[in-house]
């Protein structure tokens, strides 16, 4: 549910839809059942409800914001296994700059149409929860040119060891960046975090308040808190989808060096 609001809806759209949508309703709701109920009659249950209350407030409080940690530290991690893949690219690039023609050549090329594939085709694919078909046959091509190469000298014995190590790091940090971009926070913790918005704001229904502005206004401020921190969530859910995202720099800048030195 989270990716298809992201892929679907842009941030501003969706902030209005996560948080301002709610906070209306709850408003609405408060106000509907003021209308049917007397505030002297709800006032009774402030006192023993205040403190029932401020224990599942706190609850919910303390696990909301416990995903929102993850949440940051997933985007976090993407962002950290992207530069790592960049920095393993350009290494390997170098590496095999110390190799002979007409391997050189063809392996320099191989790794910078790897990393242009991942920045015009695998960034869209992962916005989606998917891997780009071209950006595994770009990263093939490599490992092919790889193992069909049989180093003689020592120079080439020990440049070939050296890249091949690189050229794993390459693979294992491209899968984990993969299988990022299909992660999510489980189900389970979406209705958990929904059943208890809905239940901390809930209680306030049950309460009563001289003025109804007054109450009106302290409920809304609670229900536009609790959706606020949800929609950061969800915007933070998919560390590679929607407008606040691990972007590819470390693989523009990584390019450019490659131009730089070509």
């Known amino acids: 549910?989270?990716?298809?609001?992201?892929?679907?809806?842009?941030?501003?759209?969706?902030g209005v839809l996560v948080i301002a949508l709610p906070t209306a309703l709850a408003v609405f709701g408060l106000w509907l059942v003021r209308r049917r109920a007397n505030w002297e009659d709800l006032a009774d249950n402030n006192e023993q409800g205040g403190v029932l209350f401020s224990f599942v407030g706190t609850i919910y409080a303390i696990f909301l914001a416990f995903l929102v940690v993850v949440a940051w530290q997933s985007l976090g991690d993407a962002e950290q296994t992207v530069t790592e893949e960049g920095a393993a690219m350009l290494s390997l690039y170098r590496d095999v700059g110390a190799l002979s023609d007409p391997l050189r050549t063809r392996l320099s090329s191989q790794i910078r149409a790897y990393a242009q594939t991942v920045i015009d085709q695998e960034w869209a694919t992962m916005a989606r929860g998917e891997e780009s078909r071209a950006a595994h046959e770009r990263l093939d091509e490599i490992w092919q040119t790889f193992l069909a190469f049989e180093p003689v000298t020592p120079r080439e014995q020990a440049v070939y060891a050296e890249a091949f190590t690189r050229l794993n790091?390459?693979?294992?940090?491209?899968?984990?960046?993969?299988?990022?971009?299909?992660?999510?926070?489980?189900e389970v913790f979406w209705f958990v975090l929904i059943f208890g918005g809905v239940a901390t704001?809930?209680?306030?229904?049950?309460?009563?308040?001289?003025?109804?502005?007054?109450?009106?206004?302290?409920?809304?401020?609670?229900?536009?808190?609790?959706?606020?921190?949800?929609?950061?969530?969800?915007?933070?859910?998919?560390p590679f989808s929607g407008d606040e995202r691990a972007e590819p720099d470390a693989f523009t800048e990584a390019i450019a060096e490659m131009d730089e030195g070509g």
Do not use: C, N
């Open 1 to 14: 549910m989270t990716l298809w609001l992201l892929t679907t809806f842009p941030t501003v759209l969706l």
């Open 169 to 186: 790091e390459l693979a294992k940090e491209r899968k984990v960046r993969v299988l990022a971009s299909k992660t999510s926070i489980p």
């Open 201 to 238: 704001v809930g209680f306030t229904y049950f309460m009563g308040m001289r003025h109804l502005r007054t109450q009106l206004l302290l409920t809304g401020i609670m229900a536009a808190m609790i959706m606020s921190a949800l929609f950061l969530i969800v915007v933070l859910d998919h």
